[in-house]
Every structure is written in structure tokens, then in C-alpha cells.
């Protein structure tokens, strides 16, 4: 089972800490403020009160043998670079970094941060785009230019086989589940036909992806 340290509890931090610990996961939570690690101590299996930037303070939590450490200190963006530094040099594996502009996010995986996230960027991202297509369910973006998305069958698929919409021929994206209800169809064939109200699951190029919303 995978140990986590999420490092800033701020409303970013304490939400990635609250749902690993919902999961079931070891959350260890550390804030410099002893009134945010109060208020997540019922909810994660360890929450302590250190400054991240003392670096024997962070080496006497055992760090470095956490799987995953989230540094999600935000408006301090020296603190959080850093200390993404500091977890690398002690040999944590994997430091996930939260950036607040791009070029945070640049300086953050040159430091040698294995993952950036713009929490603020991508909740934007998607709030707007589900103000204008509303029949985007969700969206996972997996690489710059490709992505799952979730979202409620297009009007001109509904009744016809997956085959007849000629989905992957017109739109070249892929259809890797439909979901009706409590039901969930994995891999559909091309036969299988689209009813109202089904939630399709498909890949593809963000470039196709965007034809299909409405
Ligand atoms: P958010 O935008 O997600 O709410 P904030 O920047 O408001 O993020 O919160 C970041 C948290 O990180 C705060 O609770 C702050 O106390 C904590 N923090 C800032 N610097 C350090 C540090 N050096 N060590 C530990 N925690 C820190």
C-alpha cells in the first residue's frame, strides 16, 4: 500500500490529503500552522505541526520512505521550490509539486519535481468548459495533446450502432465504455447501439475530442 506526505494544508493540500485518507491510503499531513494540522488530525493517520523548510525536521519524519510526497505549499512559491529540492536530495521518489503560473511549473520540474499540477489552471479549464459544452461529463488530461473524456452521447449518435456513427472513422476518437445508469459497458463493440442519456467514455486527440462537444 502506497504511503503518502501531503506538505501544506492549505485548501488544496488538506482536499489531496482528506481523499487519500477516504481511500484508505497512510496520509502523513504537515503544516508550519499548528491550527491546519488540527483540523485534519481526526481525519489522517498522522498530521504534524514542522516548518518543511528545517530540513532536519523533515529528515526526522522519515520522509524520504513516503512513496509519494505532494508538496502543496502555494502562495510561498520560494518555500515550495524549495522544499521540492530538499525531497528530491533526500532520495523521495516521487515529489509531486503544486505550481501557480507556468513558469513556476517550469522551474519546478527542472528543480526535479516528477509531477506538476495546476490546480487553479486545470479547475478553470474545466469550470469553463463545462459552461459551454454542456455535455462534457469530465476530462482527464493525458498528455498535451490527448485526453479521456467523459460525455453524454452526442444527438446525431443516439440510436445508431457505435459502428453506424462511424465514430473512430469521423471523429477519430475511440470509444472505450459507455456508461447507462448503474451499468457500465467496457470496450463496446460496433454494434452496440447508443440510447439517450448515455455517458460514452473516449480517447483521443483534444483537437477531435472538442468536435463532439455541443
Ligand atoms: P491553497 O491555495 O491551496 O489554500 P495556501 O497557499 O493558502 O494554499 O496554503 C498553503 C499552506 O502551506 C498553508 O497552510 C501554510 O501554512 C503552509 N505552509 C507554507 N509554508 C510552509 C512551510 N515552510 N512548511 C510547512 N507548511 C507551510
Known amino acids: 500500500m502506497k504511503q503518502f506526505a501531503v506538505i501544506g494544508l492549505g485548501r488544496f493540500g488538506t482536499s489531496v490529503a482528506e481523499t487519500l485518507s477516504r481511500m484508505g491510503y497512510d ?6 500552522d499548528a491550527e491546519k494540522v488540527n483540523a485534519v488530525m481526526d481525519i489522517v493517520t498522522h498530521a504534524v505541526q514542522v516548518d518543511a523548510l528545517d530540513e532536519h525536521a523533515l529528515k526526522s519524519l522519515g520522509i ?4 509519494v510526497v505532494i508538496v502543496a505549499i502555494g502562495e510561498d512559491i520560494q518555500a515550495n521550490i524549495l522544499v521540492t529540492v530538499m525531497l ?16 513556476h511549473g517550469r522551474v519546478l520540474a527542472k528543480v526535479g519535481a516528477d509531477k506538476v499540477v495546476f490546480p487553479e489552471r486545470d479547475m478553470g ?3 469553463a468548459r463545462a459552461l459551454v459544452a454542456a455535455n462534457i461529463v469530465d476530462q482527464i488530461e493525458l498528455s498535451p495533446d490527448y485526453s479521456l ?4 452521447a452526442p444527438r446525431e449518435f443516439v440510436g445508431k450502432s457505435i459502428g453506424e456513427a ?8 475511440t ?20 440510447e439517450e ?4 467514455v473516449v480517447v483521443g486527440r483534444n483537437d477531435r475530442l472538442r468536435r463532439l462537444e455541443q
Open 125 to 127: 479549464v474545466r469550470v
Open 27 to 32: 496520509v502523513l499531513a504537515v503544516d508550519v
Open 149 to 152: 473524456m467523459e460525455l453524454i
Open 88 to 103: 528530491k536530495e533526500m532520495g523521495v521518489k516521487t515529489v509531486v509539486a503544486k505550481a501557480r503560473t507556468e513558469l
Open 166 to 173: 462511424a465514430i473512430r472513422m469521423k471523429y477519430g476518437v
Open 64 to 67: 524520504r520512505n513516503f512513496d
Open 197 to 200: 442519456g448515455d455517458i460514452l
Open 175 to 194: 470509444v472505450l465504455a459507455i456508461r447507462r445508469g448503474d451499468e457500465i459497458i467496457i470496450s463496446p463493440g460496433a454494434r452496440h447501439t447508443v
